[in-house]
């Protein structure tokens, strides 16, 4: 098993991953103010930028325009996906085996956990297999890890966020993305229960250039080892920019207003 730190999809200890399965996730919907975004070659061009190390992609993107990128950018191929239509418990359908991410160029693969769903058992035994093909092929696994189901909707109370961290280092995974719990001390709290394993900041919906970026310096003051990002970088007119400022401060850990000052 080749050590997290020595994967590409990790640039000194952190990372930062460019999220863009929302087409299926969410649908066209997220598109809409960026109507020119819907072209997934668009935000590929956008992971070139040296601040990100991985793009996350399902499989057909990755079939149908990794190709022109492969040499500029590190695939993270998430192997499960639901899409919004889907009116029952959260769950989410493995639609791609590790065997195949592999084929196609995958440096990582990504896998949706939805803890406290009714179909948490039957998402563990899946990741379980996920997990242990994965390590046959030296691929690191970075776990959507989000508690959800019946009583326990989109959330993002501290002691749920410290849970979903440790689910991800109990269960094998390199990386666990969770949603931002609220305060730097509970971020903190959710990162020491993840052991030694790596937990990044999931992005979440599009906000202000400082509002955004004061919460990933605190993520990261907290312990977290980086961003899974979407909608707050290619939604923006200028992903170029804030991705200028996410380097000083995810990396170089300088404040949120002096990153933000120096891409002025
Ligand atoms: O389930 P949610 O919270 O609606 O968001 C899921 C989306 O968020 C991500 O995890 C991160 O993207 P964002 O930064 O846009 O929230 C995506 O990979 C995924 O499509």
């Known amino acids: 098993m080749i050590p997290i730190d020595d994967s590409p999809i990790v640039r ?3 990372s930062l991953i460019l999220a863009m399965d929302h087409g299926l996730e969410h649908g ?3 598109f809409e103010e960026v109507p020119q975004k819907l072209d997934p070659s668009t935000v590929f061009e956008t992971a070139t930028h040296d601040a990100v190390t991985a793009m996350a992609v399902q499989k057909g993107i990755a079939e149908g325009y990794y190709p022109s990128y492969e040499d500029d950018v590190n695939l993270l191929l ?3 996906g639901t899409s919004n239509l889907w009116m029952g418990e959260y769950d989410s359908a493995v639609n791609c085996s590790v065997d195949y991410a592999a084929e196609i160029g995958a440096d990582a693969v990504g896998f949706t956990l939805y ?14 297999n996920v997990q242990e093909d ?3 092929h030296d691929l690191p696994v970075v776990m959507w890890s989000y508690p959800r189901g019946q009583g326990l909707k989109n959330d993002t109370k501290p002691e749920v966020i410290s849970y979903a ?3 991800g280092l109990e269960l094998g995974a390199d990386i666990a993305k969770v949603k931002y719990p609220g305060s730097p001390d509970a971020m903190e709290h959710a990162c020491k229960a993840a052991g ?7 992005g979440g919906s599009k906000t202000s250039d400082y509002e955004f970026l004061s919460t990933v310096e605190a993520a990261v003051q907290a312990g977290a080892k980086g961003l899974a990002v979407g909608r707050n970088v290619w939604q923006r007119e200028d992903p170029t920019r804030i991705l200028d400022a996410l380097e000083k401060v995810i990396y170089e850990e300088e404040p949120a207003e002096d990153a933000l000052e120096a891409t002025e």
């Not at 803890?115 to 379980?128: D, K, L, P, Q």
């Not at 030694?196 to 999931?202: A, E, F, G, I, R």
């Open 196 to 202: 030694d394993m790596k937990v990044v900041m999931s």
């Open 78 to 80: 998430k192997v499960n």
């Open 165 to 167: 961290t440790r689910l």
């Open 28 to 30: 066209p919907v997220d």
């Open 134 to 136: 994965a390590r046959e």
């Open 115 to 128: 803890g406290g769903s009714n179909h948490e058992v039957e998402m563990a035994e899946e990741f379980r």
């Open 12 to 14: 000194d200890g952190k």
